[in-house]
């Protein structure tokens, strides 16, 4: 049996440090971000709702050119955040009746829920960056939200854009996880 750090080294390994769904993310929410400027409020928002479907097909081909393990990844560590991904599309069910019946908070909820599998992901990779990601995009969310209500599709994915694209340089940049020698498993979980 592999211990928790063994796990978290060996998904690290697989995943190729995890950049493409976040790269999917960011090339969508930009593209969002174009049309929340051309479009009309509504249709924008519509907009935002069919584009971020496109990012989990996007960042498989994305992984695949990579050498992503992204759904093929057996780790225990992986499922988990599989599980995190399909929690965070549960959220349609909110979603969708905001879209019919309160288009306004749209950006507001898929922004936010969008990105709260940030913090599992951070607690496998043993690292503070999604934590720091779901955090800020939350708080700038809610800010713009507030802030720019006649274009709050595209304040909404300036701020996704933002945090995206700081979280891609931190993944980027933080060392690989290496395995706990045997016996300090414990102490480092």
Same mark, same amino acid.
């Given at each position: 049996m592999q211990t928790l750090a063994q796990l978290r080294e060996?998904?690290?390994k697989r995943a190729r440090r995890s950049l493409s769904l976040p790269a999917a993310g960011l090339l969508v929410w930009c593209v969002v971000g174009v049309?929340? #400027?051309?479009?009309?409020?509504?249709?924008?928002?519509?907009a935002l709702v069919f584009a971020t479907g496109a990012i989990f097909p996007l960042a498989m081909g994305i992984a695949r050119l990579r050498g992503e393990q992204l759904i093929e990844n057996t780790n225990p560590l992986a499922k988990l955040m599989f599980v995190c991904v399909v929690m965070v599309n549960l959220l349609w069910a909110?979603?969708?009746?905001?879209? #019919?019946?309160?288009?306004?908070? %749209?950006?507001?909820?898929?922004?936010?829920?969008?990105?709260?599998?940030? #913090?599992?992901?951070?607690w496998i990779i043993a690292h503070p960056l999604g934590?720091?990601?779901?955090?800020?995009?939350?708080?700038g969310l809610l800010a713009v939200w507030f802030a720019f209500p006649a274009h709050a599709v595209t304040a909404s994915a300036a701020v996704v854009v933002a945090a995206y694209a700081?979280?891609?340089?931190? #993944?980027?940049?933080?060392?690989?996880? %290496?395995?706990?020698?045997?016996?300090?498993?414990?102490a480092r979980a």
């Open positions: 060996d998904f690290d049309l929340g #400027m051309i479009l009309p409020p509504r249709a924008a928002t519509f909110v979603h969708i009746p905001l879209l #019919m019946h309160a288009p306004r908070f %749209v950006p507001l909820s898929l922004g936010i829920g969008l990105g709260l599998h940030w #913090m599992v992901y951070s934590y720091r990601h779901a955090v800020l995009r939350t708080i700081i979280t891609l340089l931190e #993944m980027r940049a933080r060392p690989g996880i %290496v395995a706990a020698a045997p016996g300090l498993d414990s």
